[in-house]
């Protein structure tokens, strides 16, 4: 078990990641088979269970090990759910008994979904020992989430650190960020001026893949070609910093302009095919050219169920808007396809893409004062009730009903006998399965003093809804 390990880190250090996978899965299947006390994937299957510790057996069966491997790969491959999943099928032990690469693994693929999981890799820092990649990790996270004097203040802490852990691309990366909160102009210059020094390496390193394969040196040429994959993530990572620089500006013209000088080193990369669709999409007079690039990102999906929602969605409104109906129509048939597949393998899965797509389309269309149209939409979004109606899916189906009753109220709308009683089986639907669902103040619905808690449920504003719409009817 050790050999095969220590085969596949090498497969993975060399990026030869579907060579590691198969001697992953062989550590993984032998778990499973042969050392059930370790009990195997039972987290990740929803099973109450205790810690193993860490025993003689747990380090001789290479499972922690393992595990963060294939972590690692579905991470690098940005595959976040794949990455959680592999680490909750890790042979349970209490964060206490964590080893520090688990523990950095855990707080890189959650800290999107829980910001507070960025305190590991404070505390982790803070040890005698910790992965070479967790500092540099640290700082990144730090400005992914805005905390830019935090970034600035462990650097300026941490001198020796810096010049160790740190590459001359993060360095520059890092300090170009970090000059964002200050100055936003001055960091644009620095990520202009980095990005000219990578694409400057790029067209060198072009150059000499073309040589290499002229002389047919294979291997020079595959080195190279390496080479050029991590400088060109490298580039777009630039790029995608400067543009959300000028997208919190509204400058979408100037994120066009900027992608467009970029086409030739990145038009084949998947974050600058999806970035360019949704700068398009923003400026809501080029519908049809984000159609061309959502296309593409959807077309390079293995399963439609694999592309993220929001993409679906607003690709589904390029279509509306430029009135391909039917394409949009196409598209919602597919996922629903896939959704049921999918719910007849995994009966328990929740499953949301043809919910939030549904709601984005008819949100559109209540935004347009098609309400009879959006709404249907919308209502349909939340069936089965059990498995989509919940606290987000809520938050956005009860503006639309709430901007119904607001212009029946005003006497700008009316709707039919039908439409009306469907929305009343709905609320009153919402009311019977939202009963449970609490509701937060994540989304900046401030309470005031002395509110009742026992009404910030769906059950209750369902209600409400319901009787706030009789009145107007």
Avoid at 3 to 32: D, F, R, T, W
Avoid at 217 to 226: E, F, G, H, T
């Amino acid at each position: 078990r050790d050999v095969a390990y220590n085969i596949a880190v090498c497969h993975y250090q060399m990026k030869q990641y579907n060579e590691a996978i198969p001697l992953y899965k062989s550590i993984a299947e032998n778990g499973i088979k042969n050392l059930a006390e370790l009990m195997v994937g039972h987290v990740s299957a929803g099973l109450e269970v205790k810690s193993v510790g860490n025993t003689k057996l747990l380090k001789d069966s290479a499972l922690v090990e393992a595990f963060n491997l294939k972590a690692a790969i579905e991470y690098n491959d940005q595959k976040l759910p794949l990455a959680r999943e592999a680490l909750a099928d890790m042979p349970p032990r209490l964060t206490s008994e964590l080893d520090s690469i688990t523990l950095h693994n855990q707080a890189l693929v959650n800290v999107d979904t829980n910001p507070q999981e960025i305190d590991k890799l404070i505390h982790l820092l803070e040890q005698d020992s910790w992965p070479a990649e967790a500092f540099g990790n640290l700082l990144l996270l730090f400005c992914k989430l805005g905390r830019y004097d935090e970034a600035a203040d462990f650097m300026a802490r941490n001198p020796e650190h810096t010049s160790r852990f740190l590459t001359p691309f993060v360095y520059d990366f890092l300090d170009a960020q970090i000059t964002r909160r200050m100055s936003p102009e001055d960091s644009v210059a620095k990520f202009e001026a980095l990005a000219e020094q990578l694409s400057a390496k790029l067209n060198d390193t072009s150059t000499k893949i073309q040589q290499f394969r002229a002389q047919g040196n294979d291997k020079a040429a595959k080195q190279a070609v390496d080479e050029y994959d991590e400088l060109q993530e490298h580039h777009v990572t630039v790029l995608m910093a400067q543009a959300s620089i000028l997208w919190e500006k509204g400058q979408y013209d100037k994120i066009e302009r900027l992608f467009r000088n970029s086409v030739q080193l990145c038009s084949d990369h998947p974050a600058w095919l999806l970035n360019v669709a949704h700068v398009l999409f923003m400026q809501e007079c080029k519908y049809k050219q984000a159609i061309v690039f959502y296309e593409l990102v959807v077309q390079r999906a293995p399963d439609i169920l694999e592309v993220n929602a929001g993409v679906l969605a607003n690709l589904c409104v390029c279509y509306v808007m430029n009135s391909q109906n039917d394409y949009a129509e196409n598209i919602m048939r597919q996922i629903e396809q896939k959704e049921e597949e999918k719910s007849m393998e995994q009966p328990d899965c929740k499953l949301y893409h043809l919910c939030i797509v549904n709601l984005v389309v008819g949100t559109l269309y209540c935004a347009k004062g098609n309400f009879q149209f959006g709404l249907s939409r919308i209502m349909k979004s939340m069936d089965p009730f059990q498995k989509r109606l919940g606290v987000d899916t809520w938050f956005y189906a009860k503006r639309c009903f709430l901007a119904l009753i607001e212009g029946m109220a005003k006497q700008l709308f009316l709707i039919n006998d039908a439409t009306a009683r469907d929305i009343l089986a709905f609320l009153s639907s919402c009311e019977e399965h939202g009963k449970f669902i609490a509701l937060d103040e994540q989304r900046g619905e401030q309470r005031p003093a002395g509110f009742d808690e026992g009404k910030a449920t769906v059950a209750y504003e369902a209600r409400y809804l319901k009787s706030l719409f009789k009145k107007v009817m």
